[in-house]
C-alpha cells in the first residue's frame, strides 16, 4: 500500500521552529476545515470509519500516536510522532488512530466542512463502497 507522508519546510532559527502550511502548496487541497484532538484517554481508540470524499492531513503536532490505514485490501500502521510530518488520508480509506500519548496533540487540515453524510461507518459497507469504486474505474475505461 503506498503511504503518502508529507514532510514540512521548518523555518527555524535561534528562537526555535515555526512550520507554515499553505493550500495547494504544502497541502494538496484546499483547506476548508480544521480540528484537533488532545486529551485522548488511554487505550482509546479513534476513527474506525472511511470518507466517500473527504481528504485530509494528520499531522500529531505533539507527542504521539499511530494510525492505521486499511484501502480495503491492505492496511499499515503509521507512526505519528514528528510535528514536520503530515500523513495523507485519501478517501475511501479506513481510519484508525491509536496509542495516543497523554500529550498528543492530533492537528487534522480537511478537504472539505464537516458532513455526516460524508462517513462510512461500517466496515463491511466500506468493503463493498470500494469494491463498488474498483468496478466502476473499471466500468469506465472499457
Ligand atoms: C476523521 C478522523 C481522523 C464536529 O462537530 N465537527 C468536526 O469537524 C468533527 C471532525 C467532529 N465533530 C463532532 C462529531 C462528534 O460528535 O465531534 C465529535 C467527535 O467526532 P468523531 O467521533 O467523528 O471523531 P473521530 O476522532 O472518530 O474522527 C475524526 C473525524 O470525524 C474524521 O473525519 O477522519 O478524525
Known amino acids: ?11 527555524g ?4 521552529q ?4 499553505e493550500e495547494f502548496k504544502d497541502i494538496p487541497f484546499r483547506i476548508k476545515r480544521v480540528y484537533y484532538m488532545y486529551d485522548t ?7 474506525c470509519h472511511a470518507h466517500k470524499n473527504l481528504q485530509q492531513i494528520l499531522v500529531c503536532i ?9 484501502n480495503g485490501e491492505e492496511s499499515e500502521i ?5 510535528p514536520y510530518e503530515g500523513l495523507f488520508v485519501s478517501n475511501a480509506m479506513w481510519r484508525e488512530m491509536f496509542d495516543f500519548s497523554k500529550d498528543a496533540v492530533l492537528v ?19 468493503l463493498a463502497y470500494t469494491k463498488h469504486d ?9
Open 1 to 11: 500500500m503506498q503511504v503518502v507522508k508529507y514532510v514540512f519546510q521548518p523555518h
Open 13 to 16: 532559527d535561534e528562537r526555535g
Open 18 to 21: 515555526l512550520i507554515a502550511l
Open 41 to 47: 484517554a488511554e487505550g482509546v481508540v479513534r476513527g
Open 62 to 70: 505533539h507527542g504521539r500516536c499511530k494510525i492505521k490505514l486499511d
Open 78 to 82: 503509521i507512526p505519528l510522532e514528528k
Open 108 to 126: 487534522v487540515l480537511a478537504s472539505e466542512l464537516y458532513d455526516e453524510s460524508d462517513y462510512i461507518r461500517d466496515y463491511d459497507e466500506f
Open 134 to 142: 474498483l468496478y466502476s474505474i473499471e466500468e469506465a475505461i472499457h
